[in-house]
């Protein structure tokens, strides 16, 4: 199993431009997560899904939009980007709790973008 | 306040040494909580699960204070292989919350 894998690991756009960063998973999890990471400030979570065809704002959804239109991928894009969207980008997948510590989440090794 | 708390560090010891990192949080309903491993410019990586009894793995022992809302993580005979960040994550349902991380140096 490859477990969760991000493509691509490293991109640099100028601003306003746009791209998607993509999210695979084959654990077969229900639950995906897109979240960010910047210095000082922890893993913050833009969006979420609980299944296929859902999704849902985290904590920092503005200037991303999301789709999961298969089980398996979880798309995070950025439709004009800018500066303040330059960080690491994680994604993660789970399944729903069936009891202690069984709802662990699982990292993909993350995506670092740079907005010029 | 911020949802889950941390001591940002850094924590340098020697090794061979016990450390000590401790976690607030302020969602009383939280239901899971773990703490995971961050290596430089690495995905976070799970540690263990945290239950209300305590739970051991080899040199690492975490313990839940649900009324006083706190988690611990205790790394007995620390080793060099054990620098990296340490952080506290409080779930609910769907979300995890995760702290800013605590930074672990064990020096030679």
């Known amino acids: 199993n490859a477990g969760v894998t991000q493509t691509p690991k490293f991109r640099v756009l100028k601003t306003g431009q746009s791209m998607t960063l993509l999210c695979a998973q084959d654990?077969?999890?229900?639950?995906m997560y897109w979240y960010r990471q910047d210095p000082g400030m922890g893993l913050r979570l833009i969006h979420y899904?609980?299944?296929?065809?859902?999704?849902a704002k985290g904590e920092v959804p503005d200037g991303y939009n999301v789709s999961r239109l298969k089980k398996q991928n979880f798309l995070l894009g950025l439709e004009s980007a800018a500066p303040s969207q330059t960080s690491v980008y994680f994604c993660?997948?789970?399944?729903?709790?069936?009891?202690?510590?069984?709802?662990?989440?699982?990292f993909g090794p993350g995506t670092r973008l740079t907005v010029l | 306040r911020k949802e889950v708390e941390q001591d940002p560090g850094p924590f340098n010891v020697p090794e061979g040494a016990t450390v000590a990192f401790n976690c607030t949080y302020s969602n009383s309903a939280s239901q899971s909580f773990f703490w995971y491993r961050q290596d430089c410019r690495k995905e976070p990586k799970l540690l263990m699960s945290?239950?209300?009894s305590g739970n051991e793995d080899g040199r690492f022992t975490a313990q839940l204070n649900r009324a006083s809302q706190y988690i611990s993580l205790l790394i007995r005979d620390s080793k060099l292989s054990d620098s990296a960040t340490y952080l506290c994550?409080?779930?609910?349902?769907?979300?995890?919350?995760f702290g800013t991380g605590t930074r672990l140096k064990v020096l030679a």
């Open positions: 654990m077969n999890h229900e639950y």
């Open positions: 994550v409080v779930a609910g349902t769907y979300k995890y919350i």
């Open positions: 993660a997948s789970k399944n729903p709790g069936q009891g202690l510590g069984t709802d662990t989440q699982y």
């Open positions: 945290v239950y209300s």
């Open positions: 899904s609980v299944g296929e065809g859902t999704t």
